[in-house]
């Protein structure tokens, strides 16, 4: 009979967001996330590490002018098995990003335009409608 192996993780997630739309930081974004836990192996030829602690902490804002920065931090430590020596885990990572809009003013429709689509791809009354202002 194949060996069973189980894992459970348990843990805290945190997630904030705040965006600013008075004063000096207006329209501004800042955020913050961590995830703390810790998870367990069991399992006779279970070859992961029979217990492992994580943290992930990250911190981050967006602009107004659609610029991302973000800095996260991982960390891990994980006790040996047979299989697995005992390993510890360090990350930083830095993100820098810029969001670029495209196009042009988008044209409304109106009742009365003809909007390919619908039933048979005729345009009908109610279809009209529905599609009014998204096109």
């Known amino acids: 009979m194949a060996e069973k192996s189980k894992a459970n993780t348990k843990g805290v997630q945190l997630n904030l967001?705040?965006?600013?739309?008075?004063g000096l930081l207006e329209g501004m974004n800042v955020d913050f996330s961590g995830f703390f836990g810790e998870t367990d192996e069991k399992g006779?030829?279970?070859t992961a590490p029979p217990k492992k602690k994580e943290m992930n902490v990250g911190a981050g804002f967006t602009t107004k002018g659609g610029t991302k920065?973000?800095?996260t931090h991982s960390q891990s430590k994980a006790e040996s098995n047979p299989y697995y020596p005992k390993r510890e885990e360090k990350s930083t990572i830095l993100t820098i990003g810029k969001s670029f809009k495209k196009g042009g003013k988008v044209k409304k429709a109106y009742l009365g335009s003809f909007i390919a689509g619908g039933p048979n791809n005729q345009s009908n009354k109610t279809y009209r409608k529905y599609y009014k202002g998204m096109v």
Do not use: L, S
Not at 17 to 22: I, L, S
């Open 44 to 46: 006779d030829y279970n």
């Open 69 to 71: 920065v973000r800095i």
């Open 17 to 22: 967001d705040k965006t600013f739309k008075k």
